[in-house]
């Protein structure tokens, strides 16, 4: 892929997405064992399965500064099926990822990495220096995407998410853009 052109089988996010993107969050999530409950300080609801409800999405995708892209699987089916989606925000210097998440039919053919070279992308056109993001210390799979593209571990939070009884801590990962 170009990275100076916008992927075309990448559409931007809107609230009128919601509800597909909340049952897409819903079955990555669940399906794939890293389902979290949790609400982070911010006041933005972080990866918690419950938490990334429709309405969730459509209060976060109204905050100022928040973007997203959903990814179209146009080889699926003529409906272009939406296989993937990703949240960020960018505030000043910083951008920070909210959420990812990739059907997980379609997982481990480069979606999540178009996703967030997308947004990757995007922050610096409004002049991102940095791009941080949270993720659970044992989800391994996005770990290893995040390395992929260049992230590194820059701090960890303490029982940070929720997982039915038990609290999991979250590495702190970041990026020069
Ligand atoms: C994490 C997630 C978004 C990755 O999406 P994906 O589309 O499967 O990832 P990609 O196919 O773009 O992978 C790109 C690279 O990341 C790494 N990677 C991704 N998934 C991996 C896995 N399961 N094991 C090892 N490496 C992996 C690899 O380096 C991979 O390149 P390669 O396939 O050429 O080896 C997806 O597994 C997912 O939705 N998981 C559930 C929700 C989640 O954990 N979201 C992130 C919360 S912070």
Redesign the pocket.
């Given at each position: 892929m170009n990275k100076t052109q916008p992927d075309p089988q990448l559409i931007a996010a809107a609230p009128a997405h919601a509800l597909v993107l909340g049952e897409l969050h819903a079955r990555?999530?669940i399906e794939?064992g890293?389902n979290l409950d949790h609400e982070n300080d911010k006041g933005i609801t972080a990866?918690g399965n419950e938490s990334w409800n429709a309405a969730s999405i459509v209060a976060t995708l109204s905050q100022p500064g928040v973007f997203g892209f959903i990814a179209l699987d146009t080889a699926l089916d003529t409906q272009q099926a939406p296989v993937?989606f990703v949240l960020a925000r960018t505030a000043a210097s910083e951008s920070e990822?909210l959420?990812?998440?990739?059907?997980?039919k379609?997982?481990?053919?480069?979606?999540?990495?178009?996703?967030?070279e997308a947004c990757m992308a995007k922050a610096r056109t409004v002049e991102a220096e940095k791009m941080f993001?949270?993720?659970?210390a044992d989800?391994?799979?996005?770990i290893?995407?995040?390395?992929?593209?260049g992230f590194q571990e820059v701090g960890v939070r303490k029982q940070y998410y929720r997982r039915q009884r038990t609290l999991m801590d979250a590495l702190v990962m970041a990026l020069d853009l």
């Amino acid at each position: 892929m170009n990275k100076t052109q916008p992927d075309p089988q990448l559409i931007a996010a809107a609230p009128a997405h919601a509800l597909v993107l909340g049952e897409l969050h819903a079955r990555a999530f669940i399906e794939g064992g890293v389902n979290l409950d949790h609400e982070n300080d911010k006041g933005i609801t972080a990866q918690g399965n419950e938490s990334w409800n429709a309405a969730s999405i459509v209060a976060t995708l109204s905050q100022p500064g928040v973007f997203g892209f959903i990814a179209l699987d146009t080889a699926l089916d003529t409906q272009q099926a939406p296989v993937g989606f990703v949240l960020a925000r960018t505030a000043a210097s910083e951008s920070e990822i909210l959420t990812l998440a990739v059907d997980p039919k379609a997982q481990r053919t480069g979606w999540g990495q178009r996703l967030m070279e997308a947004c990757m992308a995007k922050a610096r056109t409004v002049e991102a220096e940095k791009m941080f993001l949270e993720v659970a210390a044992d989800n391994d799979c996005a770990i290893a995407l995040y390395r992929h593209l260049g992230f590194q571990e820059v701090g960890v939070r303490k029982q940070y998410y929720r997982r039915q009884r038990t609290l999991m801590d979250a590495l702190v990962m970041a990026l020069d853009l």
